[in-house]
C-alpha cells in the first residue's frame, strides 16, 4: 500500500479485464478513485467497479474507444464529474492482429496503429491539458510490451505501435518534466490475459512461451498492477521517462541462458 494514493483519481483505459482490470482493482485496494474504461464489455467493467469500492476506492464506469478524441475526452469529464480532477491516467488499452506484413490490410494496420498507438497519444495529451490547465502535477502510465524492444514478425504493426509508445514516452517525459509531470512506461512480457488466453491454453504454444522466460513461468496481471501502483505513488518521485519491463527477464536475451553463444 502507498498511503499518498488515497483518494487520488485515476482513469484506466481498458480497465474491464486483463491487466487494465487488475490495475482497476489494485488502485481500489489503494482507496483511489478510479475511472474504469471499456470499449465492449460493460458487465465485466461493473465488476471492477464492484470489487474497487468493496476494496474502499470509489469508482465509475464509462464507455469510450480510446482511438477517438470524444472517446478520451469523456473519461477526463468523467473523473472531473464524480471525483473532482485527475491526478493518474493509465493508457493501457490494447490489441492485436496477427498476418504476415505482406498480407495484412491497411485497414487491420490502421487498428492496430490506432488504438495502440494514437490512443496513447489521445490519452496522454487529454491528461497533460487538463495538468497544464489546472497548473497540477500529475503521471501518465503508458502500457508498451517487451515489444518495444523485441521484434516480433507477424505482429509487425504491434511492435511497430509499441516502438512508437516507447518514443513518445521518453519524449513527453521530457518536456513536461519542468511541470511536475512524470511519464513512464510498462512493458510486460508473457501475462495471463484473455489477449493470449487462446495461445496459452495450447500446451505446446504454452510451453514455448515458458521457454522465453529465465523466470520460467508465464506472469499474473497483478504483478503488472505492482508496478502500475508504485509508478503512481510518490514512492518513484524522481522516476520519469523510463519503460519498467515486468517479464520474468524475456528482455535479456533468454537464448543464451545456459551460456550459448
Ligand atoms: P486484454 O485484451 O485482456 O485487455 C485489453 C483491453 O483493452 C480490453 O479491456 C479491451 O476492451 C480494451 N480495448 C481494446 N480496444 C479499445 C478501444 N478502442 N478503446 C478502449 N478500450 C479498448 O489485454 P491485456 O493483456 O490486459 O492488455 C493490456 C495492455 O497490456 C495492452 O496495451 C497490451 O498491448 C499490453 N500487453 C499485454 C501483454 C500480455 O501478455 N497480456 C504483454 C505485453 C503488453
Redesign the pocket.
Known amino acids: 500500500m502507498y498511503t499518498d494514493l488515497k483518494d487520488k483519481v485515476a482513469v484506466i483505459?481498458?480497465?474491464?479485464?486483463?491487466?487494465?482490470?487488475?490495475i482497476a482493482e489494485r488502485f481500489g485496494k489503494e482507496h483511489m478513485h478510479v475511472v474504469v474504461?471499456?470499449?465492449?464489455?460493460a458487465t465485466?467493467?461493473q465488476q471492477a467497479v464492484d470489487v474497487i469500492v468493496k476494496n474502499g476506492g470509489q469508482a465509475v464506469s464509462v464507455y469510450?474507444?480510446?482511438?477517438?478524441e470524444h472517446?478520451v475526452q469523456g473519461l477526463l469529464d468523467a473523473a472531473i464529474k464524480h471525483f473532482g480532477g485527475l491526478d493518474v491516467w493509465v493508457?493501457?488499452?490494447?490489441?492485436?492482429i496477427q498476418a504476415p506484413t505482406h498480407e495484412l490490410s491497411l485497414a487491420d494496420w490502421n487498428k492496430v496503429i490506432?488504438?495502440?498507438e494514437t490512443?496513447v497519444f489521445l490519452g496522454a495529451k487529454t491528461a497533460l491539458r487538463y495538468f497544464k490547465e489546472n497548473h497540477k502535477p500529475g503521471d501518465i502510465i503508458n502500457?508498451?510490451?517487451?515489444?518495444e524492444q523485441i521484434p516480433w514478425p507477424t505482429f509487425a504493426s504491434?511492435a511497430a505501435?509499441?516502438g512508437a509508445v516507447k518514443l513518445f514516452t521518453q519524449s513527453i517525459a521530457m518536456e513536461y518534466a519542468k511541470d511536475n509531470i512524470r511519464v513512464n512506461g510498462?512493458?510486460?512480457?508473457?501475462?495471463?490475459?484473455?489477449?493470449?488466453?487462446e495461445k496459452l491454453a495450447d500446451k505446446e504454444q504454452y510451453a514455448q512461451t515458458v521457454a522465453m522466460v529465465p523466470m520460467d513461468r508465464?506472469?499474473k496481471?497483478e504483478e503488472?498492477a505492482a508496478a502500475a501502483a508504485w509508478l503512481a505513488s510518490s514512492e518513484s518521485s524522481y522516476v520519469t521517462g523510463i519503460t519498467l519491463f515486468v517479464?520474468g527477464g524475456m528482455t535479456l536475451y533468454p537464448a543464451f541462458k545456459d551460456g550459448q553463444g
Open positions: 483505459t481498458g480497465g474491464s479485464k486483463g491487466i487494465g482490470r487488475a474504461n471499456y470499449n465492449s464489455d465485466e467493467a469510450g474507444d480510446v482511438s477517438t472517446g493508457n493501457n488499452a490494447g490489441m492485436e490506432s488504438i495502440n490512443g502500457m508498451s510490451s517487451v515489444h504491434y505501435a509499441k510498462i512493458g510486460p512480457g508473457a501475462i495471463n490475459t484473455p489477449i493470449n488466453a508465464i506472469g496481471p503488472v517479464d
